[in-house]
């Protein structure tokens, strides 16, 4: 491996020092999103709440399908290539551009076609959600820059951003007497425009930016499709529920259900954190220590989630209703549904990662497609008859099929056995030399 192909030593973090850092980015993060879910419940009701997610979910699911997944590509090749990071920054910016513009223009047709009869908004509404898509596109691009340059704190800083601000200037016009839901979602807007400034601005001050050339874009673009088909399938799973509960139901009912997903998103952040930290990792390492690392990664991560999930279902009287509201007592028993599949949602995170790492996309393709096929035909059957709650049951079966298909893929590819995903006692030995062996 040419110097190239590898940071310098005393630019990697250790790697729990890394794994630390980004979690507490994403529990950061989190955490300000639900004190933004919190102020928009209270001072707009469920069904007020419920139109908000229903316009920024939707408008985010669409962005998502319009990137491409060429982040994927973008972290691997920067990684193993650190010479490419300027072409890839030019890159970013003009697939965003490009990219952006298209899903933007679906999302208006979206919006307009597709009915949802229980939800009501208005055209500056839709014209300031899709506004934000070229933006998120952006983000999301340069946000895995930073990550693959072990630029963490930067990364970190840039992912926090945009939930405060959006927080902040919530907070602001409440204050005021004057947050609507039209306010709500144009302070989304505006809170991913500045984590985008600083992500973009901190990778041109740091590796610049290059005119990418046609053969890049192509790499860029291939790598990143093949991955997309799972991608697609696990947002489809992650988010559509959000979507059919709005279309098939009320705005009501899907403001109870967004404040469920809420606390499910700060349940699964540990793996997820984890995931990103050790991708680079895992790219550098043969397959065989790549399936070593990852068995290792989910010993650690399943002890706590355990506990994670447990306080969680303890905790969901309070957390839904205490917190938001008797208004939202129905969704205590979407909480504990959803925290169920937090284990799936884990082992995907963990071995999909493995798999992408180690330049196998389409394999991880194959988890995300397995649940998300389970979870459509579980909302088909069950949001109709049973809506918020069949949708939660439907989404955690979906994220455990995705999280056994990905273990298995796991265990077949990179030669991983199944018992050594039982709890070891070298596990902590092993995050001590971690510790002591790379610099912080």
Known sequence: MTDAQTLPEDHRPSMLRAAMQTYGSYVVASAVSLANVVLTARLLGATGRGEIAFLTTVSGLIAFLASLSAYEAMINISGAHPEKRPALAGAGVVLAGALGALGAVVAWVVFRAVPAPGIRFADVDVMIAISAIPIWILQNYFLFLARAAYDLAMASLGFISAPLVTFLLNLGFAAMDGLTISVAIMNWAIGFAVSA???????????????????????????????????????????????????????????????????????????????????????????????????????????????????????????????????????????????????????????????????????????????????????????????????????????????IVALGLAHRTLGMRYRSLLPQQTDIAHLVRVVRNRKG
Do not use: K
Not at 253 to 260: D, I, K, Q, R
Not at 265 to 270: P, Q, T, Y
Not at 280 to 301: E, N
Not at 356 to 367: C, H
């Open 197 to 403: 400034g600083l992500l973009v601005a901190h990778v041109g001050r740091s590796s610049g930016f290059a005119a990418p050339s046609a053969p890049l874009l192509r790499q860029v673009l291939g790598f990143g499709l093949r991955s997309h088909v799972g991608g697609v399938m696990m947002t489809g799973t992650y988010r559509l529920d959000h979507w059919l509960v709005g279309a098939l139901g009320n705005a009501r009912e899907l403001g109870t259900y967004s404040v469920a997903a809420a606390w499910f998103d700060g349940i699964v952040h540990l793996s997820r954190a984890v995931s990103v930290t050790f991708r680079p990792d895992l790219l550098r390492a043969s397959t065989a220590d790549a399936g070593r690392q990852a068995a290792r990664i989910f010993r650690v991560c399943a002890v706590l989630v355990l506990v994670i999930v447990g306080g969680t279902m303890l905790a969901a009287p309070f957390l839904c209703v205490t917190i938001f509201g008797s208004e939202f007592a129905d969704s205590v028993l979407d909480l504990r549904i959803l925290a169920v599949g937090a284990f799936g949602m884990m082992a995907l995170n963990i071995f999909g990662t493995a798999l992408v790492a180690q330049r196998r996309p389409i394999l991880e393709s194959s988890a995300h497609t397995a649940g998300f096929a389970v979870a459509m035909v579980m909302f088909v059957l069950m949001i109709p008859r049973y809506g918020a709650t069949g949708a939660a049951f439907a989404s955690a079966v979906g994220y455990l099929v995705c999280g």
